[in-house]
């Protein structure tokens, strides 16, 4: 597919553009086509299995690349309409990779509010990694990334810094998914006729569940539309992980809608303890005060594992709080019980 193929896809997927911003980057396009084939032609050298169809990299590398790689914002759209809280991004790497994302700025003081939590984000997408493998993923790649008011891009709106006392702007990035749909999510004859679709499903309702998934807008779900590999996908979930909040939308992915669940899947859930759940989502996305500037750093121990936005004078957490991490233990040992009384079965 050449480069300005590729960007034209970007933009019919984004929906209306603003022409300038359309002009700009088809004549872009033209001047880096050489580049981005090159790398396009690296990234399809071989046959992708079904699964690459929908996300085109190694889950591990997007993270790497969202997080820590300098890009550029080749253009932007508004992801359902104009003057939205998140918006589709096409981003060019310095080695001339290109990449979508969802780019969602983070509320003033980074704590969120409804709909729009950080830290929600970055742990359902943590969470799944401790039972289900890379192919089976039901949360695309989602990272927090501090930008610099100075570089924020031109997105139609002042970005202000996150923090008063930097100048640093906290965006969540989140891989954009290739080939889905938000039609025919759920379909009971093709659950039970359709072996691969009914482990899919189940997938993404026991994560559902057991993150309490709390919105039922449409788009929220996906599903592939590569027929030999029907993925699910779970892609907004900044109302999840409390019961004090729901949607207006409906809750319909809080609870179990299946009563088989893949049974490779569930060895894994029950392996989990109690201490690999705090480890892996007591702090999930951590940056350090570096002058002005917040600079991502490794993990450490949460500054107080009660709260689930946390700030020293130079340290900035996000992660669960004590809480809702019990509460995902409650619910993964309601889960097995179920199994051992045989009221769900295993497939």
């Given at each position: 597919?050449?480069?300005?193929t590729?960007i034209?896809s970007?933009l019919?997927?984004?929906?209306?553009v603003?022409e300038a911003r359309r002009?700009?980057?088809?004549?872009f396009?033209?001047a880096?086509?050489?580049?981005?084939?090159?790398?396009?032609?690296?990234a399809?050298?071989?046959?992708?299995?079904?699964?690459?169809?929908?996300i085109?990299f190694?889950?591990?590398?997007?993270?790497?690349?969202?997080r820590?790689?300098?890009?550029?914002?080749?253009?932007?759209a508004?992801?359902?309409?104009?003057?939205?809280?998140?918006q589709?991004?096409?981003?060019?790497?310095?080695?001339?990779?290109?990449?979508?994302?969802?780019?969602?700025?983070?509320?003033?003081?980074?704590?969120?509010?409804?709909?729009?939590?950080?830290?929600?984000?970055?742990?359902?997408?943590?969470?799944?990694?401790l039972?289900l493998?890379e192919?089976?993923?039901?949360?695309?790649p989602?990272v927090?990334?501090?930008?610099?008011?100075d570089?924020y891009?031109d997105?139609?709106?002042?970005?202000?810094?996150?923090f008063?006392?930097?100048?640093?702007v906290?965006?969540?990035?989140q891989y954009w998914?290739w080939?889905?749909?938000?039609?025919?999510?759920w379909?009971?004859?093709?659950?039970e006729?359709?072996s691969v679709?009914?482990?899919?499903f189940?997938?993404?309702?026991?994560?559902?569940y057991?993150?309490?998934h709390?919105?039922?807008?449409?788009g929220?779900?996906?599903?592939?539309?590569?027929?030999s590999?029907p993925r699910?996908?779970?892609v907004?979930?900044g109302?999840?992980?409390?019961?004090?909040?729901?949607?207006?939308?409906?809750t319909r992915w809080?609870?179990?809608?299946?009563?088989?669940?893949p049974?490779?899947?569930?060895?894994?859930l029950?392996?989990?303890?109690?201490?690999?759940?705090?480890r892996?989502?007591?702090?999930?996305?951590?940056?350090?005060?570096s002058?002005?500037q917040?600079?991502?750093?490794?993990?450490?121990?949460?500054?107080?594992?009660?709260?689930?936005?946390?700030r020293?004078?130079?340290?900035?957490q996000l992660?669960l709080?004590r809480?809702?991490?019990?509460?995902?233990?409650?619910?993964i040992?309601?889960?097995?019980?179920?199994?051992?009384?045989?009221?769900?079965?295993?497939s």
């Amino acid at each position: 597919m050449a480069a300005r193929t590729l960007i034209q896809s970007f933009l019919e997927q984004a929906g209306p553009v603003h022409e300038a911003r359309r002009a700009r980057t088809l004549a872009f396009s033209l001047a880096v086509t050489l580049s981005l084939a090159f790398a396009l032609c690296l990234a399809f050298a071989r046959p992708l299995p079904a699964q690459d169809l929908n996300i085109h990299f190694p889950p591990d590398s997007i993270e790497s690349m969202l997080r820590d790689r300098e890009f550029q914002v080749l253009d932007w759209a508004d992801t359902r309409f104009s003057g939205d809280r998140t918006q589709r991004v096409a981003l060019r790497f310095v080695d001339s990779t290109l990449m979508l994302a969802k780019w969602a700025k983070a509320p003033r003081g980074g704590r969120g509010v409804f709909n729009n939590r950080p830290r929600y984000e970055i742990a359902a997408y943590e969470f799944q990694k401790l039972f289900l493998d890379e192919s089976e993923y039901v949360v695309p790649p989602t990272v927090a990334r501090c930008v610099s008011v100075d570089q924020y891009p031109d997105m139609g709106h002042w970005p202000g810094a996150t923090f008063d006392d930097t100048r640093s702007v906290l965006v969540v990035l989140q891989y954009w998914l290739w080939n889905v749909t938000s039609k025919d999510i759920w379909d009971k004859s093709r659950f039970e006729s359709d072996s691969v679709y009914a482990r899919h499903f189940a997938n993404l309702d026991l994560f559902t569940y057991l993150i309490l998934h709390s919105d039922s807008n449409g788009g929220n779900v996906l599903i592939s539309s590569v027929t030999s590999n029907p993925r699910l996908f779970a892609v907004d979930n900044g109302v999840a992980f409390s019961r004090r909040e729901k949607s207006d939308r409906g809750t319909r992915w809080r609870g179990l809608r299946v009563k088989s669940l893949p049974r490779k899947t569930l060895e894994r859930l029950r392996s989990i303890t109690r201490e690999q759940l705090e480890r892996r989502l007591g702090v999930v996305a951590q940056f350090r005060r570096s002058g002005d500037q917040l600079v991502p750093e490794t993990p450490t121990e949460p500054l107080d594992p009660n709260k689930g936005f946390r700030r020293s004078v130079d340290t900035v957490q996000l992660g669960l709080t004590r809480r809702e991490i019990g509460q995902i233990w409650n619910r993964i040992r309601k889960i097995l019980k179920k199994v051992d009384e045989g009221k769900i079965e295993l497939s």
